[in-house]
C-alpha cells in the first residue's frame, strides 16, 4: 500500500507488483461485457487489448484500499501498446508508477503507466498509460 486512496498518489509513486492469471473465466465474462465474442475465450486464444484496465484497476484496489478519495474518480483515458498478444491462461506480471500528476482546466488528472509481461517468461507484453480525471483541482488534492 503507498496510499490509502488514489487521490493520495503523487508523481514518481510506485504502484505494488501485480500477478494476474488470465483464466477462461475472467476472459470470457469480460469480452462478453465489453461486446466482444465470448466464445472466442479459451486458453491460448488471443484477449482485446482493453483487457489490461482489469489489471489496472486491480492494482490500484491493492495500492488504494480506500478507493478513488474525497471527489470519485473518472477515467478518462486509457491506451496500450501492445507488443504481444495476450493469451487466455497466461498470468500477466504488472508493474506500474504514477507518471504524472497535473492540472489541466481547473481539474486534477492522474496519469499511470503500466507494464505488463508474461510472469513465466519475463516477455513484455504490453504498456499501458491511463489517465483518471481526479476532480477540480481545489477538491481533489492530496488526501490521506
Not at 49 to 77: I, S
Not at 80 to 109: C, E, M, Q, W
Not at 124 to 142: K, N
Amino acid at each position: 500500500m503507498i496510499g490509502t486512496t488514489v487521490a493520495a498518489l503523487e508523481e514518481g509513486d510506485v504502484l505494488p507488483g501485480l500477478d494476474y492469471e488470465v483464466t477462461e473465466f475472467l476472459a470470457e465474462l469480460y469480452q462478453r461485457e465489453s461486446g466482444w465474442p465470448s466464445d472466442t475465450a479459451v486458453r491460448g486464444s488471443a484477449l482485446t487489448p482493453t483487457f489490461l484496465h482489469v489489471v489496472k484497476v486491480a492494482m490500484l484496489d491493492q495500492a488504494c484500499p480506500d478507493g478513488a478519495g474525497p471527489v470519485p474518480r473518472l477515467h478518462y483515458e486509457f491506451a496500450v501498446d501492445l507488443i504481444r498478444p495476450l493469451r487466455v491462461g497466461t498470468t500477466l506480471r504488472a508493474t506500474g508508477a504514477v507518471s504524472s500528476v497535473y492540472a489541466k482546466r481547473g481539474n486534477r488528472f492522474l496519469e499511470l503507466l503500466i507494464d505488463v509481461a508474461d510472469a513465466a517468461t519475463g516477455v513484455r507484453l504490453a504498456r499501458c498509460r491511463d489517465t483518471s480525471l481526479l476532480g477540480p483541482a481545489e477538491t481533489a488534492g492530496r488526501a490521506s
